[in-house]
């Protein structure tokens, strides 16, 4: 057999000072679309040791107490303990909001060229992707890395005397064999955990082995052909971590969120932002669209772009890679879909539901590959067969 490919992909915790400012970000979002789901919002958060910066603009008919949200958010995360160096309870929160712009406002509301449709509320370009690797059509490294997190946070969070801490990472690396481009066998796996003083590299070691890495990996028993290679807490001590020892800022975590960069990323972050925004609307839309070609048969591997003017509604352009795994030509693909799905702002939102507060789960554990999210739905695969 010829010698496997490698690919790698990584995950962090929600306790990753990343993460959780991508989570504020967006339990405020959730917040204000709970009064105002017309609301517009754009917020960015900054964190840093007991300073949370909270920025944008907004417009709205609700109202939000930021600062309480900002806390409770730090606090359900598992920030409580001043000893971490971070906690909700003392964190100073600054607030800087301001009103959203009125020409932005004017091609979103009314459309550019006075279409009276609702336009996007930015130019841009927006991939989704979806391959037949996983159940969830996802690319095998991310769905293990981004599982690896959800159960660390899972055990940290039932089981607080084993000393674990919220700062977290994975990294999983997979080959692939060269001729047909499937995953063949997991070939290395990563993991570093914050943890409390008290205990040893192996101490740390040895949960997370037991009860995070085994776990997991026995539902992906099929891709275990050789003996994997770990690294858990390769540096040997991990105490210090989230805001204390890394700033975090919203938005630069785009491929953690996204495919593990399996697949291309337009380059806009998705948390803090309201559906408005196609940086967001559209990317879950080109994922939707993504899985809806692979369950109809039409690709086994498929990335979709969309690219879009502000003020416009419909898109400039809708572009199909299938990298050679088709069974009907790209160009039939882009036809079908462009007829058969409602691409403007508007339609995009109706179709995925997206004016209900539920944006504080998509910035953990990636935005992709989760049930309980519409765009990860495949009920429209028949309309391109």
Known sequence: ???????????????????????????????????????????????????????GEVSTRGYVEIADVVRERINEVGYTDTQLGFDGNTTGVLVAIQKQSVDIAVGVDAGAKGDKDQGAGDQGMM???????????????????????????????????????????????????????QPKSIDTVVLSAQHAPALNRADVEKIVQERVIGPVLAEYDKFIQSDIVFHINPTGIFTIGGPQADTGVTGRKIIVDTYGGYARHGGGAFSGKDPSKVDRSAAYAARFIAKQVVAAGLAKKVEIQLAYAIGVSAPVSVFVETFGTHTIAPSEISKRIRQNFDLSPRGIIAELDLLKPQYVQTAKNGHFGHPEFAWEKTNKAALLS
């Open 1 to 55: 057999m010829s010698e496997l490919l490698l690919f790698t992909s990584e995950s962090v915790s929600e306790g990753h000072p990343d993460k959780l400012a991508d989570q504020i970000s967006d339990s405020i979002l959730d917040e204000l679309l709970r009064q105002d789901p017309q609301a517009r919002v754009a917020i960015e958060t900054l964190l840093t040791r007991g300073l949370a910066v909270i920025a």
């Open 127 to 181: 991939f989704g992707f979806a391959c037949d690797e996983t159940e969830s059509l996802m690319p095998l490294p991310i769905t293990i890395a981004h599982a690896l997190m959800a159960r660390y946070t899972a055990v940290r969070k039932s089981n607080p005397a084993l000393g674990l801490r919220p700062d977290a990472k994975s990294q999983v690396t997979v080959g692939y064999d060269p001729t047909s481009g």
